[in-house]
C-alpha cells in the first residue's frame, strides 16, 4: 500500500511526465546524433582515410563456405569493427552534449541561488524574507 502512495505521489508531482519527455527528447536526439555521425562525419573520415566506407570495415574470422548448389554450410563471421567506431562516436557527441547541457544548467542554477548576484532578480517575498533574516540577526 506503501508502494501505491508513493507511485501516485511521484506521479501527481510532475516528475513521471518529466522523465517521459526527457526520454522522448532523448531518443529524437539520439537520431540526430546518428544521422550526423552517419552521414556527414564518418563520410569525411573516409575520404581522409583514402576513400573507406566504416560500415565495410570488418575482419573476417570465418569465411562463408557455399556447396555445389550454391548453398551457404557455413555462415560468415566477422567482426564489424568499423560499426564499432560508428557507434563510439555517437556515443561520444551524446556524452558531450549532454554535459555541455548539464554545466549549463548548473551555472544557471548557482546564478539563481546566489542572492547578492545582481544581474538576476529576485521575487519579492524572497527579498522580503530576506531582509526579515537580516533584521533578526540584527536583533541579536
Request: avoid cysteine; hydrophobic fraction near 50%; glycine fraction near 6%.
Amino acid at each position: 500500500m506503501q508502494l501505491i502512495k508513493e507511485f501516485k505521489e511521484f506521479a501527481i508531482k510532475g516528475n513521471m511526465f518529466d522523465m517521459a519527455i526527457g526520454i522522448i527528447i532523448g531518443t529524437a536526439f539520439n537520431s540526430i546524433v546518428s544521422s550526423l555521425v552517419n552521414d556527414i562525419i564518418l563520410p569525411f573520415f573516409g575520404v581522409l582515410a583514402g576513400n573507406v566506407k566504416f560500415e565495410n570495415l570488418k575482419w573476417v574470422l570465418e569465411p562463408e563456405i557455399t556447396d555445389v548448389a550454391g548453398n551457404i554450410t557455413q555462415e560468415l563471421v566477422t567482426v564489424n569493427y568499423g560499426n564499432f567506431i560508428q557507434v563510439s562516436l555517437d556515443f561520444l557527441i551524446i556524452a558531450i552534449t549532454v554535459f555541455l547541457v548539464i554545466k549549463l544548467f548548473n551555472q544557471l542554477r548557482r546564478k539563481g541561488e546566489n542572492e547578492k548576484d545582481p544581474t538576476v532578480s529576485t521575487p519579492k517575498n524572497i527579498e522580503l524574507l530576506s531582509e526579515i533574516r537580516d533584521l533578526l540577526k540584527e536583533k541579536k
